[in-house]
């Protein structure tokens, strides 16, 4: 579920050996728009998941990548995190964090921030 500021996901476990997860995750601006904070709360396999990561902000549009490395260190595999059915959800995301940047299409990114 897609808010401003705020997505929910999750995937509930239907079998012993299924991946599950309820998390939130919360973003806002930070540096006078030259990063986004995200911080990402809630359960990933039962397993009590509070963490936060920093994104310049022509790198701010990869957070999908850094949030999927969260759910596998945690066990989850990527299919589960990326489902198509919520894929409205995450281009709300981007959208809201392009406004929030004032971020237009073809903005250079700095070869730095790749590594």
Known sequence: M?????LHINRMRLLPSDSGFS???HYTIA???????FSVDGTINDAEVHEHFSLPRDTAFNF????????RRHGVLTP???SLKAHHEYDAVFEDIRARL????G????SSHLG
């Open 2 to 6: 897609f808010e401003p500021g705020h």
């Open 31 to 37: 540096d006078q728009c030259r990063a986004v904070e």
């Open 107 to 110: 903005e250079p990114i700095d």
């Open 80 to 82: 589960e995190f990326m």
């Open 102 to 105: 004032h971020a237009w299409n």
């Open 23 to 25: 998390i939130d995750i």
């Open 64 to 71: 999908a990548s850094n949030i999927d490395h969260i759910l």
